[in-house]
């Protein structure tokens, strides 16, 4: 439980110095009306923060904060692989696909 607890407050941490390092300024995105070549073209940045935030809506109440690396890994490789080919495609619709909400 200890190295739970202590892993749990890493990745916390490592997350709260990524997004310390965005750009001050605010910025605000409808997820339901980005399209995969908008998800795409908005820089790695961007994309690590929305790929995080998919992976835990779908997951929604099912796990218990725990991230499987390299199930997301595997999860991300498949969204970007359906954008690619999708690009008109919304992210939402590319997230369903990929992750079967």
């Not at 709260?16 to 980005?34: E, G, I, N, R, Y």
Request: proline share 2%; charged share 20%; glycine share 6%.
């Amino acid at each position: 439980m200890e190295i739970l607890m202590k892993t749990t407050l890493s990745l916390l941490l490592a997350a709260a110095f990524s997004l310390s390092s965005m750009p001050a300024h605010a910025v605000k995105w409808d997820l339901s009306t980005m399209s995969c070549k908008q998800f795409l073209e908005s820089g790695e940045d961007n994309i690590q923060v929305v790929l995080t935030w998919m992976d835990g809506w779908y997951k929604g109440d099912e796990d218990n904060a725990i991230i499987d690396t390299d199930v997301f890994i595997e999860n991300a490789k498949k969204f970007g692989a359906y954008c690619g080919k999708n690009p008109t495609a919304s992210i939402v619709t590319a997230a369903d696909e990929v992750l079967g909400k």
